[in-house]
């Protein structure tokens, strides 16, 4: 299973920095910082939505500055 993570920051954080970081969680695919509505976006994979949850709960939210997270679990259209 796939979703992004919309990660939310205290102001005055370095959002790059913190992108740079993100990307070497494993089960991080990806990092960007963004502007607008959220600070970073991040791509996850992982084998369930309950391996994501725990994944952003126990390794992205514990990181000094993350004030806020929204997971957006991909839908699978393979349907056959």
């Known amino acids: 299973m796939i979703a992004y993570v919309e990660i939310f920051v205290e102001p005055g954080r370095d959002t790059i920095a913190s992108a ?5 969680i494993e089960g991080v695919k990806e990092a960007y910082p963004v502007s607008q509505h959220c600070d970073i976006i991040v791509f996850v994979e992982a084998e ?12 992205i ?11 957006l679990p991909c839908i699978d259209l393979d349907i056959e």
Not at 61 to 71: L, Q, S, Y
Request: proline share 0%.
């Open 20 to 24: 740079e970081f993100l990307r070497m």
């Open 61 to 71: 939210e514990i990181i000094k500055g993350i004030v806020k997270t929204k997971i």
């Open 48 to 59: 369930d939505f309950r391996q994501i949850y725990e994944l952003v709960m126990s390794k």
